[in-house]
């Protein structure tokens, strides 16, 4: 059983920066598939970013060139830094980890609407940006 804990959220205005960090124990992390999602209640989950055990990375089209995902497999702690942060970017941030590679790509965390809750999931930091 892995356990993921994130921490880094706040309240921020428009044009900030923060920097999520999601812990993790249990497992170590080096081969799974690793991702931030966020989500406004009663919306539909959103991929943010991804990234598989050979540092391929994918980001959702609204946060491409502002947020970069990261990996510190010495610490075991996944981060996604968060650049000129925008009111839309407001929610709650949650990490997850998959064994499947696959996943960092496929229709599990990506298609839209997903639902799918397979792997292990953090409980959420949130991220607030004010204008």
């Known amino acids: 059983q892995m356990q993921l804990e994130e921490s880094g959220g706040g309240s921020v205005q428009a044009g900030g920066s923060l920097t999520l960090a999601c812990k993790t124990s249990?497992?170590?992390?080096?081969?799974?598939?690793m991702g931030w999602f966020r989500q406004i209640p009663g919306k539909e989950r959103e991929a943010v970013a991804t990234v598989d055990r050979g540092q391929n990375r994918r980001y959702a089209g609204s946060v491409q060139g502002r947020f970069t995902i990261s990996k510190d497999n010495a610490k075991d702690t996944l981060y996604l830094q968060m650049k000129n942060l925008t009111v839309d970017d407001t929610a709650i941030y949650t990490c997850a980890a998959h064994s499947s590679t696959k996943t960092c790509t496929g229709p599990q965390w990506w298609a839209p609407g997903s639902t799918d809750r397979s792997g292990y999931w953090g409980q959420g930091t949130q991220v607030t940006v004010s204008s």
């Open positions: 249990g497992y170590h992390f080096t081969d799974y598939c």
